[in-house]
């Protein structure tokens, strides 16, 4: 079923309200010349179907084939996860198997991004599996077999810690063993939600991953706010042996309409105004001419009430007032489905939106 759409200027009017109208332009990052499609034919049953990969996207995407580690900043809407999904994609058509680690803080940031995913997943042909809540190790539902045959595993930052560390006592003994041993791209999804003790845990993670690895670590940093990108790309050189590139996403804005609600039945309540003013004596000029003009009084009705209440005269109301009973219906959207799940760890906190971030 098609979604409802409503316009806001429509179900104002509807209800007797007086607005300004502000349109904000969007603007969208430079586009370059390559096409998802290009780099894998599976894009095209995806929504980034006849897209062209953004600037940014481009140069992570070759810097992370050319062996680069890469720190990629940018606002939420900027395409962040699609720039090393798009490496992902080259990876598999070229028959390499990926072996990508997935790091978010949180099961709320990590659902929003889980569902793109698998969309991705399930067109580009790789294979993704997601560990998101502690209990699923506790009961069991995580196996080894999954971790092994996952080409993206997604993992909860804090359950990566605590099976890191097990790994680390018992070389094996954790159900994450196995991608800790074969792991080629780690990909460290909003930094900025970390505390700095988190984060340089995570840094000591990714610095004995590569260790252990022997030089085929790359490392992904992704963020909307990072105030040194340079010095952690330097980091990561230093750290894994691989050049780093930093790069920073220009920002994605939608257009954008604001509505400023002035008030409630203006033209009564400039009737009321206006009566109440015939009965008092020297009202200034500017109150009085607001009071006549009713464009005018759209814009400076505040004034007129104020006055008229230092007066101690009849004032109308103008503020916008909530609707008693049942209040306008709601839109809802219709039609908006789930993917099976194909994750140990539930989905009561998934979130929408689009970081492409």
């Not at 894009?43 to 990969?53: I, K, V, Y």
């Not at 800790?180 to 780690?186: A, K, Q």
Request: overall charge neutral.
């Amino acid at each position: 079923m098609e979604a409802l759409r409503a316009s806001t200027g429509e179900v104002l009017r509807t209800y007797g309200f007086h607005f300004e109208v502000y349109e904000e332009p969007g603007s969208e990052p430079p586009l370059s010349g390559l096409a998802f499609e290009s780099v894998h034919p599976g894009f095209s049953g995806t929504h980034l179907r006849g897209a062209r990969l953004y600037v940014h996207q481009e140069r992570v995407y070759r810097a992370l084939l050319d062996g680069f580690n890469v720190v990629l900043s940018g606002e939420p809407g900027s395409g962040k996860t699609e720039a090393w999904v798009a490496a992902v994609a080259a990876w598999v058509r070229m028959g390499v198997r990926p072996r990508v680690l997935v790091v978010y803080p949180s099961l709320r940031g990590a659902a929003s991004k889980y569902y793109r995913l698998y969309a991705y997943s399930e067109s580009l042909g790789f294979n993704m599996y997601s560990v998101l809540e502690e209990v699923a190790l506790e009961e069991g539902v995580v196996t080894r077999r999954s971790v092994v045959d996952a080409d993206v595993l997604v993992v909860k930052a804090r359950i990566l810690l605590e099976e890191f560390k097990r790994h680390l006592a018992k070389p094996g003994s954790s159900v994450l063993s196995p991608a800790f041993d074969s792991v080629r791209l780690l990909v460290l999804d909003e930094l900025h939600r970390y505390e700095p003790r988190s984060i340089a845990l995570l840094l000591g993670v990714a610095e004995l991953l590569a260790a252990a690895r022997g030089g085929e670590l790359q490392v992904a940093v992704l963020s909307p706010l990072l105030s040194n990108p340079g010095e952690l790309a330097s980091h990561l050189e230093g750290v894994t042996g691989r050049p780093s590139l930093a790069v920073e996403a220009a920002p994605r804005r939608p257009a954008n309409t604001v509505y400023i609600i002035v008030g409630k039945t203006l033209e009564e309540a400039r009737r009321v105004a206006l009566e109440a003013l015939e009965g008092l004596e020297c009202v200034p000029g500017d109150v009085a001419e607001a009071a006549r003009d009713p464009g005018r009084f759209r814009e400076e009705a505040y004034k007129v009430v104020a006055y008229l209440r230092s007066r101690g005269a009849r004032a109308p109301r103008v503020a916008p007032q909530p609707r008693r009973g049942r209040g306008p219906p709601r839109v809802v959207r219709q039609g908006q489905g789930r993917p099976p799940r194909r994750h140990a760890g539930g989905d009561e906190d998934r979130v929408g939106g689009e970081d492409s971030g």
